[in-house]
């Protein structure tokens, strides 16, 4: 909202984010963490990182999104936001007040898969921040006060969202892509259902989807394995395991048929999002499928970038990436361009989508972006919270501590055949729902 | 530990024969290094007519040269695993890659190669036209706070280009020349305009050698013409009104300010945490939080700014609420800090928050080399070291007396966006 002055060139990159950490490819061979379980099944990371006198924390329960009840979307949201409003020893402004004043920070968010507390705090008031960290896992206290304030201030949220281009596409493209399904929802849910959302479903959600047997804690920074223990079991150890098993959602199932639809717009501009269902990271098939993202839509030398940016000068930012999450998975292209081009830059992303399931990536293609999504790995990891955050995601998605060098191995492997088989699956044009947001006639 | 060691002790800082600069930090926690250029020109050093020509030049700087065509750096950096990328500001043009530490050389011979060989073919200009223009509707024509942001930023300065959007008037970009791109480049890539830092696990001396033989071999070039204009004193309110498609108002309230030259930065620095630092801040406390007036508020301050700018507050009123309630009470808690003394708390946590956030820049290498090249574009990256310093010593006196002194009624520029009926 401030008039920030800086005017980056690629947005692509910006973008990336969206893809997720998971995206990336390894570090350096050396184990990435310390893991243990503790008793009440709490998965404990460790990565000592020394250099730098701060420490990065990560509390990840499965509370996401995708356990919303059906006529409930919005409340993991509305419950992860609530977390730091009042504990059993503190109002939220107090939590506020105690975080901030020793200049760190302490949110708590949900997503579609998982609730996040993440906490950095220099080294020198870890042991506050782990208070607070623990205060606002185990003794939340929900107020009413709270849940009243934050469901219209979501409300607000989400009116305003309305306005932004992408988030309004990419809402109306999630609900193509997965209808029937948790994430055809947002996660933030609708101005109707917040409404609709109270206290006791607060309660009630957080009570059943945060528990122990589902948590990843991180720890990473300026910290040794034995502190981290030490401080983590002395503040979550005695967290009971509830009896019966966490619960669980079914994954997307066969994807639906491709449909289009256009949210008018008095803009100058169309935002134009084609999307699909894709796969996880657990299958084979995902690493082709990063490196054909890539090719096909992925840096600054992409073939939609190259055609759309740079040869007929149509759009400022285009991009391709795959989303993958826990119980199922997603591949999209996106490109603005003025409103009377849309047309065109519809028939060009299709025509390159074609072209990948047709004929094979040149060499140089294929090698430079394996080369880029390995070579690229060390910034993802360059600081304890990319860290912090990269371990906790990959324990919670299954993917296995040596997911980061399994990644480069796979991604290294990746063949111009390779690549060609997974766009004949995943690319034909007529298989992608389409939105369209602008001022369509 | 990073932050014990003054930034003066670490940095190998050179002034090459061509009055290039050059400032090296060794940093070997990671096998990475972040590369960056600075160019001194921004949308600061424009002219009326050719406004958007800093930013143009910054996408033309990734379309080769002779010995390495369009599309050749960008491709030359990812294959081999790097990130490019560059802004303009209404300061500074700045480029960077961040890359494995072992493919440095790459980068400088890159940055050298661009910094004096530029194609700027006539061609690939008129394509990039188009993008840039893209841009602009994404950046600004079709996103309610870019857009009033550059309405408030043209009715704030009527002498200095600050005036003037960095991304271009439309027209502008429509219109500028290939020759007059040219002319810019001639005029402001010159090494004597220019800075290199490099932030990562290499070895200081090799590097500055290395640099040495690449950079070294480029020309100096004139000095490139100061900025003369002085934005004189404002002598009233100024106030603009549009209507745009979204969803909520918007209100900007503008003060001239000074910039770090100035006894008062530091005060002022303080003052925006205090006002918007976090969510115990007294703009989200009493306007978001407590009255839940605003859906989001706050203020800014460019404390690294080259010439005198803008201090900044704003609002996005909550559904019901008005732009004129927002403007009114963000205009209250300006006045209060002129008659009331902060607290002690609020003083100590805004202090905490800037040196903390100090402390976490050290983590990433690439933030370690902005920070010091934006103390080095501001007079020595030696700055560094004095900042918290100067930081600790601010009294709530000393924000009582910087808000009297700079936020006159009379000074301020005044944007509301207001939703246009669907």
Same mark, same amino acid.
């Given at each position: 909202?401030?008039?920030?002055?800086?005017?980056?060139?690629?947005?692509?990159?910006?973008?990336?984010?969206?893809?997720?950490?998971?995206?990336?490819?390894?570090?350096?061979?050396?184990?990435?963490?310390?893991?243990?379980?503790?008793?009440?099944?709490?998965?404990?990371?460790?990565?000592?990182?020394?250099?730098?006198?701060?420490?990065?924390?990560?509390?990840?329960?499965?509370?996401?999104?995708?356990?919303?009840?059906?006529?409930?979307?919005?409340?993991?949201?509305?419950?992860?936001?609530?977390?730091?409003?009042?504990?059993?020893?503190?109002?939220?402004?107090?939590?506020?007040?105690?975080?901030?004043?020793?200049?760190?920070?302490?949110?708590?968010?949900?997503?579609?898969?998982?609730?996040?507390?993440?906490?950095?705090?220099?080294?020198?008031?870890?042991?506050?921040?782990?208070?607070?960290?623990?205060?606002?896992?185990?003794?939340?206290?929900?107020?009413?006060?709270?849940?009243?304030?934050?469901?219209?201030?979501?409300?607000?949220?989400?009116?305003?969202?309305?306005?932004?281009?992408?988030?309004?596409?990419?809402?109306?493209?999630?609900?193509?892509?997965?209808?029937?399904?948790?994430?055809?929802?947002?996660?933030?849910?609708?101005?109707?259902?917040?409404? +609709?959302?109270?206290?006791?479903?607060?309660?009630?959600?957080?009570?059943?989807?945060?528990?122990?047997?589902?948590?990843?804690?991180?720890?990473?920074?300026?910290?040794?394995?034995?502190?981290?223990?030490?401080?983590?079991?002395?503040?979550?150890?005695?967290?009971?395991?509830?009896?019966?098993?966490?619960?669980?959602?079914?994954?997307?199932?066969?994807?639906?048929?491709?449909?289009?639809?256009?949210?008018?717009?008095?803009?100058?501009?169309?935002?134009?999002?084609?999307?699909?269902?894709?796969? #996880?990271?657990?299958?084979?098939?995902?690493?082709?499928?990063?490196?054909?993202?890539?090719?096909?839509?992925?840096?600054?030398?992409?073939?939609?970038?190259?055609?759309?940016?740079?040869?007929?000068?149509?759009?400022?930012?285009?991009?391709?990436?795959?989303?993958?999450? +826990?119980?199922?998975?997603?591949?999209?292209?996106?490109?603005?361009?003025?409103?009377?081009?849309?047309?065109?830059?519809?028939?060009?992303?299709?025509?390159?989508?074609?072209?990948?399931? #047709?004929?094979?990536?040149?060499?140089?293609?294929?090698?430079?972006?394996?080369?880029?999504?390995?070579?690229?790995?060390?910034?993802?990891?360059?600081?304890?919270?990319?860290?912090?955050?990269?371990?906790?995601?990959?324990?919670?998605?299954?993917?296995?501590?040596?997911?980061?060098?399994?990644?480069?191995?796979?991604?290294?492997?990746?063949?111009?055949?390779?690549?060609?088989?997974?766009?004949?699956?995943?690319?034909?044009?007529?298989?992608?729902?389409?939105?369209?947001?602008?001022?369509?006639? | 530990?990073?932050?014990?060691?003054?930034?003066?002790?670490?940095?190998?800082?050179?002034?090459?024969?061509?009055?290039?600069?050059?400032?090296?930090?060794?940093?070997?926690?990671?096998?990475?290094?972040?590369?960056?250029?600075?160019? #001194?020109?921004?949308?600061?050093?424009?002219?009326?007519?050719?406004?958007?020509?800093?930013?143009?030049?910054?996408?033309?700087?990734?379309?080769?040269?002779?010995?390495?065509?369009?599309?050749?750096?960008?491709?030359?950096?990812?294959?081999?695993?790097?990130?490019?990328?560059?802004?303009?500001?209404?300061?500074?043009?700045?480029?960077?890659?961040?890359?494995?530490?072992?493919?440095?050389?790459?980068?400088?011979?890159?940055?050298?190669?661009?910094?004096?060989?530029?194609?700027?073919?006539?061609?690939?200009?008129?394509?990039? #036209?188009?993008?840039?223009?893209?841009?602009?509707?994404?950046?600004?024509?079709?996103?309610?706070?870019?857009?009033?942001?550059?309405?408030?930023?043209?009715?704030? /300065?009527?002498?200095?280009?600050?005036?003037?959007?960095?991304?271009?008037?439309?027209?502008?970009?429509?219109?500028?020349?290939?020759?007059?791109?040219?002319?810019?480049?001639?005029?402001?890539?010159?090494?004597?305009?220019?800075?290199?830092?490099?932030?990562?696990?290499?070895?200081?001396?090799?590097?500055?050698?290395?640099?040495?033989?690449?950079?070294?071999?480029?020309?100096?070039?004139?000095?490139?013409?100061?900025?003369?204009?002085?934005?004189?004193?404002?002598?009233?309110?100024?106030?603009?009104?549009?209507?745009?498609?979204?969803?909520?108002?918007?209100?900007?309230?503008?003060?001239?300010?000074?910039?770090?030259?100035?006894?008062?930065?530091?005060?002022?620095?303080?003052?925006?945490?205090?006002?918007?630092?976090?969510?115990?801040?007294?703009?989200?406390?009493?306007?978001?939080?407590?009255?839940?007036?605003?859906?989001?508020?706050?203020?800014?301050?460019?404390?690294?700014?080259?010439?005198?700018?803008?201090?900044?507050?704003?609002?996005?009123?909550?559904?019901?609420?008005?732009?004129?309630?927002?403007?009114?009470?963000?205009?209250?808690?300006?006045?209060?800090?002129?008659?009331?003394?902060?607290?002690?708390?609020?003083?100590?946590?805004?202090?905490?928050?800037?040196?903390?956030? /100090?402390?976490?820049?050290?983590?990433?290498?690439?933030?370690?080399?902005?920070?010091?090249?934006?103390?080095?574009?501001?007079?020595?990256?030696?700055?560094?070291?004095?900042?918290?310093?100067?930081?600790?010593?601010?009294?709530?006196?000393?924000?009582?007396?910087?808000?009297?002194?700079? /936020?006159?009624?009379?000074?301020?520029?005044?944007?509301?966006?207001?939703?246009?009926?669907?």
């Amino acid at each position: 909202m401030t008039a920030r002055a800086d005017r980056c060139r690629g947005a692509a990159r910006a973008v990336v984010g969206l893809v997720g950490v998971l995206v990336s490819g390894p570090a350096f061979g050396a184990p990435l963490a310390h893991r243990e379980v503790l008793p009440n099944g709490i998965v404990l990371l460790v990565a000592e990182r020394p250099a730098v006198p701060i420490v990065a924390v990560r509390v990840l329960t499965r509370a996401g999104a995708a356990f919303d009840p059906d006529d409930r979307a919005g409340l993991a949201n509305l419950t992860g936001a609530l977390l730091t409003r009042g504990t059993a020893k503190r109002t939220g402004p107090e939590v506020d007040s105690a975080i901030e004043f020793v200049g760190g920070s302490l949110e708590a968010t949900a997503g579609r898969d998982s609730l996040t507390v993440a906490l950095s705090v220099q080294k020198k008031d870890l042991t506050l921040g782990l208070d607070l960290v623990s205060e606002v896992i185990l003794s939340p206290t929900f107020p009413p006060a709270e849940v009243t304030r934050k469901v219209s201030e979501i409300q607000a949220a989400i009116k305003r969202s309305e306005e932004d281009p992408g988030t309004v596409a990419s809402r109306a493209l999630s609900r193509l892509v997965y209808p029937g399904h948790p994430y055809g929802v947002p996660v933030e849910g609708t101005r109707e259902s917040v409404a +609709r959302l109270t206290r006791d479903d607060v309660v009630t959600f957080y009570a059943r989807h945060a528990r122990p047997d589902t948590t990843v804690v991180a720890v990473v920074g300026a910290v040794t394995v034995d502190e981290a223990r030490r401080e983590i079991t002395a503040r979550f150890g005695s967290w009971a395991r509830p009896a019966g098993a966490a619960p669980s959602i079914t994954p997307a199932t066969a994807p639906p048929s491709p449909r289009e639809e256009t949210v008018k717009r008095e803009l100058t501009q169309s935002t134009i999002m084609l999307g699909r269902r894709a796969i #996880r990271q657990t299958e084979p098939e995902y690493f082709p499928l990063s490196v054909a993202s890539y090719v096909l839509g992925g840096g600054s030398v992409s073939r939609l970038y190259a055609r759309v940016r740079e040869e007929a000068g149509l759009a400022y930012a285009i991009y391709s990436w795959v989303s993958p999450a +826990r119980y199922g998975a997603a591949f999209a292209v996106s490109a603005q361009t003025r409103t009377a081009e849309v047309p065109k830059v519809v028939v060009m992303i299709r025509e390159e989508l074609a072209r990948m399931t #047709r004929e094979p990536v040149a060499e140089r293609e294929l090698a430079l972006a394996k080369q880029y999504l390995i070579g690229s790995f060390p910034f993802r990891l360059e600081t304890s919270g990319k860290v912090a955050d990269f371990l906790v995601a990959v324990e919670d998605q299954g993917l296995g501590l040596d997911y980061a060098d399994r990644y480069k191995e796979q991604i290294g492997r990746v063949t111009a055949r390779d690549v060609q088989r997974v766009a004949a699956q995943f690319f034909p044009p007529e298989s992608f729902s389409l939105v369209i947001v602008g001022d369509t006639k | 530990m990073p932050r014990e060691v003054p930034a003066a002790e670490r940095v190998v800082a050179a002034t090459l024969d061509n009055g290039l600069r050059v400032l090296l930090l060794e940093d070997h926690r990671s096998p990475i290094v972040s590369v960056q250029v600075w160019y #001194r020109v921004g949308s600061r050093d424009e002219q009326r007519g050719a406004t958007g020509i800093a930013h143009f030049l910054e996408h033309m700087m990734f379309k080769g040269t002779p010995t390495r065509g369009p599309k050749q750096f960008a491709r030359l950096v990812e294959e081999n695993g790097g990130q490019d990328n560059a802004f303009t500001s209404q300061d500074v043009t700045s480029y960077f890659v961040d890359i494995a530490a072992d493919k440095l050389d790459l980068v400088i011979e890159l940055e050298a190669d661009r910094m004096q060989n530029l194609l700027l073919d006539p061609k690939e200009i008129a394509s990039e #036209r188009e993008v840039v223009i893209e841009e602009r509707r994404t950046r600004t024509e079709d996103d309610p706070g870019g857009f009033l942001g550059e309405e408030v930023n043209s009715i704030a /300065f009527k002498a200095h280009p600050y005036g003037y959007p960095i991304i271009g008037w439309m027209e502008d970009i429509k219109r500028i020349t290939p020759a007059e791109i040219r002319a810019f480049y001639k005029t402001y890539y010159v090494p004597n305009n220019a800075l290199v830092v490099a932030v990562g696990a290499f070895e200081a001396p090799a590097v500055l050698g290395k640099i040495r033989r690449s950079f070294g071999r480029i020309p100096r070039g004139k000095t490139p013409p100061p900025v003369l204009a002085v934005e004189p004193p404002q002598n009233g309110e100024r106030r603009v009104t549009v209507r745009k498609e979204a969803e909520l108002p918007i209100v900007y309230l503008g003060w001239h300010v000074p910039n770090q030259r100035s006894n008062d930065a530091p005060a002022l620095e303080v003052l925006s945490t205090i006002l918007s630092g976090g969510r115990a801040s007294r703009l989200y406390r009493d306007l978001v939080y407590q009255r839940q007036l605003a859906l989001e508020a706050g203020g800014d301050y460019s404390y690294f700014s080259i010439d005198p700018n803008l201090f900044w507050f704003w609002a996005t009123p909550m559904p019901g609420q008005t732009s004129e309630t927002l403007e009114t009470e963000l205009s209250k808690h300006m006045e209060r800090l002129k008659t009331e003394p902060v607290t002690d708390e609020e003083l100590a946590r805004a202090k905490n928050q800037i040196e903390s956030a /100090f402390v976490f820049q050290d983590d990433s290498v690439h933030r370690r080399a902005a920070l010091l090249a934006r103390f080095e574009l501001i007079g020595g990256y030696e700055l560094k070291d004095s900042f918290i310093t100067k930081i600790r010593a601010v009294t709530a006196a000393d924000l009582t007396r910087v808000a009297g002194a700079w /936020f006159a009624p009379e000074g301020k520029s005044v944007g509301v966006l207001l939703p246009k009926a669907r």
